[in-house]
């Protein structure tokens, strides 16, 4: 099969889809691997990289998507990708469309196959492409939310850990999934009060277990609201997979909070699960509302690109290898992660917006 990696043009995305020695892997099996020139810069990899394990540099986006079967990119395509799609493209990325209506229509338009990397499902309800860049935003989440603390950042300048004579910072974490939970860890180890909430009873114990400083909750709603209001950090993490993120924290909840207090939610790929959120980049990550500082960025991992594309080339290889076959529709996991196809609408969640 030919496949094609395209650069990556969203705002200040460094991450590539596959690495050489993925690349590398491709080839060896048969297939035809078409690399965009400067796909893998910001990442660390030249086209002489990708060029000297047998993969063809195409010199823009047009050439890369005229000669290839399976499109592998990280993120959503945006318009100057969607020019180029076609009907007989097999589309594998992450595709977020629950937040993305316009996108889900152009696709739903062009009648191409969409399988989403964060709807890949295995039988244990595990998603095993969404996991190392939900890990990722987790940690980004509260590195970032600790900075903007800092008061020359806009915080109410509060040090997380706090230090003898000095109460410890808060933080409020919605969710103990891969995100929530990767956020709450780092939180508890710079010494904050922590406050996970999870409607999951497994997940609960696995929070109270990072450390004495951490609590554990079922998210009943006026239990949110009193947490929330005495946070200095609030990191949204709730997750549906492929559907929409349910508004967890509402704007009267952000109104309670003191100024300078920080919101990071991660669950912005999927429309955000802070009321008060928006889409931001990282040109301009963070906005202010109510006082209450925002970070939303919608491809957080994206500031890591390095780390970032080891970690997700490394969960989709396998994935991709299979796509490559005949009858990959047999792989029940790909099966679940099918968004769109044949200007049909396939994923339940999906369907039920």
């Not at 991450?15 to 048969?30: H, M, N, S, Y």
């Not at 990442?43 to 063809?56: H, K, M, P, R």
């Not at 062009?110 to 940690?139: Q, R, Y």
């Not at 709730?238 to 939610?265: N, T």
Request: glycine share 10%; charged share 20%; aromatic share 4%.
């Amino acid at each position: 099969m030919r496949i094609g990696i395209p650069k990556e043009i969203k705002t200040l995305e460094g991450r590539v889809a596959l690495v050489p020695d993925a690349v590398l892997d491709l080839i060896k099996a048969g297939h035809e691997l078409h690399v965009q020139s400067d796909a893998g810069s910001l990442s660390g990899f030249t086209d002489q990289d990708y060029e000297a394990i047998g993969a063809i540099i195409e010199p823009d986006a047009e050439h890369l998507y005229g000669h290839c079967e399976m499109i592998v990119k990280v993120k959503e395509p945006v318009a100057d990708d969607i020019q180029y799609l076609r009907e007989d493209h097999l589309l594998f990325c992450y595709l977020h469309l629950a937040a993305e209506p316009e996108l889900t229509a152009s696709l739903l338009d062009i009648g191409l196959t969409g399988v989403a990397f964060e709807t890949v499902e295995l039988e244990d309800g595990s998603l095993p492409l969404l996991a190392p860049m939900s890990i990722i935003a987790g940690k980004i989440s509260t590195q970032v939310g600790t900075h903007l603390l800092h008061r020359p950042a806009g915080g109410k300048g509060v040090l997380l850990g706090g230090l003898a004579s000095t109460e410890r910072g808060n933080v409020v974490v919605l969710g103990g999934g891969a995100a929530g939970g990767h956020a709450a860890s780092l939180a508890a180890a710079s010494g904050a009060n922590v406050v996970v909430f999870d409607k999951r009873q497994d997940r609960l114990s696995q929070m109270m277990a990072l450390g004495s400083n951490v609590t554990a909750l079922y998210p009943y709603q006026q239990l949110v609201a009193d947490t929330v209001a005495n946070a200095d950090l609030v990191v949204g993490a709730v997750l549906i997979p492929g559907a929409k993120a349910p508004h967890v924290v509402s704007e009267e909840m952000i109104k309670m909070m003191e100024p300078g207090s920080v919101v990071a939610d991660i669950s912005i790929d999927q429309g955000g699960c802070i009321e008060t959120s928006k889409a931001t980049t990282w040109n301009e990550p963070t906005f202010e509302k109510h006082g209450v500082v925002h970070f939303s960025v919608t491809n957080m991992p994206g500031a890591v690109p390095r780390t970032a594309t080891y970690a997700i080339s490394a969960a989709i290889l396998p994935y991709v290898q299979r796509l490559a076959t005949a009858d990959w529709y047999q792989v029940e996991a790909l099966q679940r992660g099918v968004n769109v196809k044949a200007g049909q609408i396939i994923h339940p969640a999906l369907k039920a917006l």
